[in-house]
Antibody, heavy 122, light 106 residues
Framework: QVQLQESGPGLVKPSQTLSLTCTVS??????????WSWIRHPAGKGLEWIGR???????SYNPSLRSRVTVSIDTSENQFSLRLTSMTAADTAMYYC??????????????WGRGTLVTVSS | DIQMTQSPSSLSASVGDRVTITCRAS??????LSWYQQKSGKAPNLLIS???RLQSGVPSRFSGSGSGADFTLTITNLQPEDFATYYC????????FGQGTKVDLK
């Protein structure tokens, strides 16, 4: 079955750029009409959607993060990636990648990676 | 942004109880509302979409209702595996989540 796995550094220094990759296994990232999203969860707080990309390359971002976020996709590697610039302690969180579908009920996240903890500290 | 407010933020319940969690949107979102369950140390799991559509494999003791700005998640006959944190999520515009409701053992 399809699985998602996040990878990237667990520790990032303040002001640096975070780069995470989500590898899709057990199926093609191109199959079906799916979007691919990044979501984060700071400790003790609620979930926050970061952004998504469609296999055709169209992106959509959380307005509060738009100036710092880039989501990209590499269909040849079956991966999609997150780039978040100017990291601060407020960006410390568990970062999840998630498969996203759109239907009459809107956007929903039906398959998630296990998450990767990113800490921002010098 | 559309703000999603869940209540209560936490509750204590016993196995077999009926549990109700509410979610209120800062504006009408139609039925663009879903519910997720997150167990400790795990990724969230989609339970309900379109306010009341149970996802495949989700036990029928879970149900959702509501439209517009007010929504409810109900768990009847609470089971040990249901102790978790529950989030509502709107996709009417610029996706946002509620702050979560933690259900723990009384």
């Amino acid at each position: 079955q399809v699985q998602l796995q996040e990878s990237g550094p667990g520790l990032v220094k303040p002001s640096q750029t975070l780069s995470l990759t989500c590898t899709v296994s057990g199926g093609s990232i191109n199959s079906g009409s799916y979007y691919w999203s990044w979501i984060r969860h700071p400790a003790g707080k609620g979930l926050e959607w970061i952004g998504r990309i469609y296999t055709g390359g169209k992106t959509s971002y959380n307005p509060s993060l738009r100036s710092r976020v880039t989501v990209s996709i590499d269909t040849s590697e079956n991966q999609f990636s997150l780039r978040l610039t100017s990291m601060t302690a407020a960006d410390t969180a568990m970062y999840y990648c998630a498969r996203t579908y759109f239907d009459s009920s809107g956007f929903n996240f039906d398959l998630w990676g296990r998450g990767t903890l990113v800490t921002v500290s010098s | 942004d559309i703000q999603m407010t869940q209540s209560p933020s936490s509750l204590s319940a016993s196995v077999g109880d009926r549990v109700t969690i509410t979610c209120r949107a800062s504006q009408s979102i139609g039925k663009y509302l879903s519910w997720y369950q997150q167990k400790s140390g795990k990724a969230p799991n989609l339970l309900i979409s379109a306010a009341s559509r149970l996802q495949s494999g989700v036990p029928s003791r879970f149900s959702g209702s509501g439209s517009g700005a007010d929504f409810t998640l109900t768990i009847t006959n609470l089971q040990p595996e249901d102790f978790a944190t529950y989030y509502c999520h709107q996709s009417y515009s610029a996706l946002t989540f509620g702050q979560g409701t933690k259900v723990d053992l009384k």
